[in-house]
Nanobody, 124 residues
């Protein structure tokens, strides 16, 4: 079992920044890949970013590439999502997820555990 708890969401103006954190517990954090996804009202779950268990491999959605950065601190059992140059279309509930197969992937179905989500609202 893996427990994931997101934090860091909030309300920010367009052009601003937020850093999301996801604290993991229950299994050795460095043994699984992590991802961030988001879901806006009336829309499907959308891949945002993923990182391999070592942190050497990262993936990004085209819509956030160059603005968002995923990273992890295996000593702190935490994965981060630094979000810069935020846009109103980034408004969504953001979820972190753990992939026990250790691959960084864009596919939601590959992830085994999910957090409860944190709301990010970007005002124009």
């Amino acid at each position: 079992q893996v427990q994931l708890v997101e934090s860091g969401g909030g309300l920010v103006q367009a052009g601003g920044s937020l850093r999301l954190s996801c604290a993991a517990s229950g299994r050795t954090f460095s043994s699984y890949a992590m991802g961030w996804f988001r879901q806006a009202p009336g829309k499907d779950n959308e891949f945002v970013a993923a990182i391999s268990r070592s942190g050497r491999t990262t993936l990004y959605a085209d819509s956030v590439k160059g603005r968002f950065t995923i990273s992890r601190d295996n000593a702190k059992n935490t994965v981060y999502l630094q979000m810069n140059s935020l846009k109103p279309e980034d408004t969504a509930v953001y979820y972190c997820a753990a992939d026990l197969a250790t691959m960084a992937t864009r596919t939601p179905a590959a992830y085994d555990y999910w957090g409860q989500g944190t709301q990010v609202t970007v005002s124009s």
